[in-house]
T-cell receptor, first 112, second 114 residues
């Protein structure tokens, strides 16, 4: 059974800092991994999808890396802004199934 | 373009009551999913469907039922509601599970069972 852990669980930083959010998973036989953003009381928005054959994906100030063999992914946020405040969830998709397995998320607060 | 819509947004049930959570998508997606999210936790898959007439259990299916009679709709049925089913329920859809596809999520239904 896939287990997904996200560290830290919560993070509070001043505006402008560069951030690294960590995601680890126990089963490395994944097809892809997604990073989502969830605003309070809202659904999830997909930020980045990284295939198992890729090492990283970039979108604007966001960069996600994947080390499949070690079961790790990181989400790098450059020059953080108050609008980045949200919960960030990672979710790998196993090769052998149709289920995303979600981590517990990192709750980010960026202070002006 | 509405995307994934869910109704109702909020609901309070008494123990033992039943209800149906509605989910509709207008993107002609084959795959649809139901998740639940407990406070401070990640999402857990309840049921999913790979096309009309085909459904399968996810990680936490007990106490729930689904049907998929059309491509657009994927209702989730709660029978004999229990306090353990208090949660936020999210419906999602995707065109397929392969390669570059991503899942699109609805806004959620917040359910309380008292």
């Amino acid at each position: 059974k896939q287990e997904v852990t996200q560290i830290p669980a919560a993070l509070s930083v001043p505006e402008g800092e560069n951030l690294v959010l960590n995601c680890s998973f126990t089963d490395s036989a994944i097809y892809n991994l997604q990073w989502f953003r969830q605003d309070p009381g809202k659904g999830l928005t997909s930020l980045l999808l990284i295939q198992s054959s890729q090492r990283e994906q970039t979108s604007g100030r966001l960069n996600a890396s994947l080390d499949k063999s070690s079961g790790r992914s990181t989400l790098y946020i450059a020059a953080s802004q108050p609008g980045d405040s949200a919960t960030y969830l990672c979710a790998p998709l196993l090769d052998a199934g149709n289920m995303l397995t979600f981590g517990g998320g990192t709750r980010l607060m960026v202070k002006p | 373009n509405a995307g994934v819509t869910q109704t109702p947004k909020f609901r309070i049930l008494k123990i033992g009551q039943s209800m149906t959570l509605q989910c509709t998508q207008d993107m002609n997606h084959n795959y649809m999913y139901w998740y639940r999210q407990d406070p401070g936790m990640g999402l857990k898959l309840i049921y999913y469907s790979v096309g009309a007439g085909i459904t399968d259990k996810g990680e936490v299916p007990n106490g729930y039922n689904v049907s998929r009679s059309t491509t657009e709709d994927f209702p989730l049925r709660l029978e004999l509601a229990a306090p353990s089913q208090t949660s936020v329920y999210f419906c999602a859809s995707s065109y397929s599970r392969v390669f570059t596809d991503t899942q699109y999520f609805g806004p959620g239904t917040r359910l309380t069972v008292l």
